[in-house]
């Protein structure tokens, strides 16, 4: 595959650029690293209105850019949100992006007794004033989507899945697939713990500031625990033998060929010999029989729990 499409295939997650986050990079550092993707064909970067003051850097980072596309977020914790939250979300995204329109907003919600009908009817209205250009959803399980495709076009669903956290197969890929929504992975790497930085080590990381001490870590210790991990970065670490790959690659190329799986979220790392490698992982597909061989190690050794994020909000 050519550079250029393979571009096409991921984004940039762009948590890691909140001032309270693990990485408390410098804006200098920020702009850099944003410099650095664009270099390689990046223009998808995935934000949200909770992520500090990530939605201001990007806006800063890419005015002018109209060829790159900023995907944000509305999340609403607690009650159904009244018509003014919204509209203060999405004032606040606008003038954050510093844009007239905002490419994508991705709906945040887990409470079922969501207003649909009043929620949408104004998401609606900003579709349809052609402020936003397009709706998704993140983290909605199966009965919520369906009721969200009653009301709203939503064009996208964001959602964790890598080969340790598989939620979304039990229910919500084939509603996704029937209804042509694509699956947008985040977790991709469980924060990196699917790296050959890992592979061997006998004790997870008490890495309480990274995301992967603080958010995978509890999604592993349900799913199977770290031993679990090690096996299956042995055995990524093989099929990456075959065809020279690292085992992030691996990881990233297993899950490209997933059923319904659209654009990959990456998660933003300053580190250029990450960029460069994570960006090259779809170079070379890996064949069926290897797709086969990781989906059943990983069958094994992890339970599913749930069919979408769940457990993590008590
Ligand atoms: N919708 C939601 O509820 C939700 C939840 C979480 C995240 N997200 C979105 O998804 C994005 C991605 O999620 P994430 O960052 O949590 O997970 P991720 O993409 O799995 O992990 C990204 C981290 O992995 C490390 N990494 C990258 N390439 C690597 C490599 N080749 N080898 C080893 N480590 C590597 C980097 O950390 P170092 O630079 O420290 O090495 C990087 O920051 C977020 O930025 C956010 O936009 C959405």
Redesign the pocket.
Known sequence: MEQEKIADCFMV????LDDRSW?ALSELDVERTIDTYLAWGIKRF???DI?GRSEKLLGKCLKGRSDCEIWT?AVFFGAVPTLQQIQYKIDSSLRNLQRDHLDCV?I?WHDPSLDFASTFEIFNQYLAKGKISQLGV??FNTTMLKRALEYAPIKTH?V?Y?LIDRRVETSIQALCLQHKIPLIP???????F????FLGVKIPPAEGE??RGF??NHMIAKHGGWSAVQELLQTMAEVGQKYEM?I?QVALNWLKQQPGVGTI???????RQ?IK??LEALQKPLERLDIQKLSQRSQALFQQVGDV?SYERH
Request: charged fraction near 15%; aromatic fraction near 14%.
């Open positions: 997650g762009c948590w890691q990485k995935d934000t949200a992520y977020k991705q945040h993140t983290n964001q964790q890598n985040y977790g991709s790497l469980a924060g990196g699917l790296s050959n930085k990274h995301c958010y995978y690292t992030a979220i990456l998660g933003l790392t300053e580190n990450q490698t994570d994020y």
